[in-house]
Structures are given as C-alpha cells and as structure tokens.
C-alpha cells in the first residue's frame, strides 16, 4: 500500500480512481509531457488518465509501485496537482513525476521528490534509486544534481513525446541523498 506522506505544503496520498478527471484535465499539456517516455499517448485521448489510473492502481495493488497524488495542505478540496510514483524493482527507472501547469516553479515538486526519497531509502532501505530524465528537461535535471545524483549512462536517440533525444540516466545512492538532503528544506 502507498503510505500517506507530509511535506510543509504538500499531502501526498495514495492515488485513486476518483483523481481520474483532475489528471486528465492538467496532464494533457505539451509542456508536461513532452520530454515523458514515447509511451504517453500523444494526443492524449480523453480516456487516458483514467485508463491510465487503472492501470497504476492495478501496480500498487500487485506491490510493484508506489502512486502518490500530490495536494496543497493548504487547500480544503483535496484536489490532486501533480503524482509521483516509485517503483522499486525497476532496474532502469525507480521514480517518475509530473505537477500541473498552474503549479511549476513553486517548489512543490521539490518537496515531493524529498518526501518520496526519504521513504525510498528510510523506510524501504533501498540502497538506491535509478533516476531518467530527457537531456532537454532542465528541470527534472536541476532535481537530480540537486539530490547528489550522479550520472550513469547517457542514451542517444531515446523517443519522447516530443521525439528523439538523449537520455540521461543517474544513480542516487543512501548516502548521496543522505549528504545532500539539506539542500531540500523548505524555509
């Protein structure tokens, strides 16, 4: 089962059937998906987040992931804003994350990334996570080096939504993210 976990502004609790409209209407977006692995549908059809939900609460349930939906501790309608999932017995990829458009560049992401680390290495004593991300993908990179990622493998040619570039692939260990963790506080 995915744990309920609690940033200083975010609640990231199991994701569910229900949260299948709100991700249909902010994923779909080409600045969210464009740099996510060619197997996101794209156009996304109108059935894809649900679909899709299914599909990952069907994981969840057979203990191979990890779904989180993200929300604002601050608001009172529990609506989801992003997910994260982890999947621990992926050797090439252990997380994957996505926030909305209205909610990019506030940070929220970076609490989400910490909560979901700490639980990775603190709770499952993973040894360490494989991390990927688009070359392109300024953002997710920032995250990664941020953590004590390290890069392991760069992969040309990898198909994206948004077509062919290069993969990176990264190792976060324990003790990376142990010795980097600080830089993920939230004032």
């Known amino acids: 089962m995915t744990p309920i976990l609690e940033t200083p502004r975010l609640l990231l609790r199991p994701l569910q059937l229900s949260d299948a409209p709100r ?4 994923f779909p977006h080409w600045e969210v998906v464009r740099y996510m ?3 996101i549908p794209w156009p996304y059809p109108d059935d894809g987040a649900q679909k899709y939900v299914e599909y990952a609460l069907a994981e ?3 203990g191979k992931r990890y779904s989180w939906a993200l929300t604002l ?9 992003g997910a ?3 999947t621990p017995t992926n050797p090439e990829n252990s997380r994957d994350f996505w926030i909305g458009l209205p909610y990019q560049r506030q940070g929220y992401m970076t609490e989400a990334v910490a909560a979901v680390n700490d639980f990775a290495f603190d709770v499952l004593e993973l ?11 300024v953002g997710s990179h920032r995250l990664k080096e941020k953590s004590g990622a390290e890069i392991s493998k760069i992969t040309e040619d ?8 290069r993969r990176v692939g990264w190792t976060l260990t324990r003790e990376q993210w142990s010795a980097n963790r600080h830089r993920f506080t939230v004032e």
């Open 73 to 81: 501790k601050a608001a009172d309608d529990d609506l989801l804003i």
């Open 23 to 26: 991700n249909q209407e902010l």
């Open 37 to 39: 692995a060619s197997v």
């Open 84 to 86: 994260v999932e982890l």
């Open 127 to 137: 040894p360490y996570l494989r991390l990927n991300n688009a070359e392109a993908n």
């Open 60 to 62: 969840v349930a057979a």
């Open 158 to 165: 990898v198909l994206f939504v948004s077509g062919k570039h």
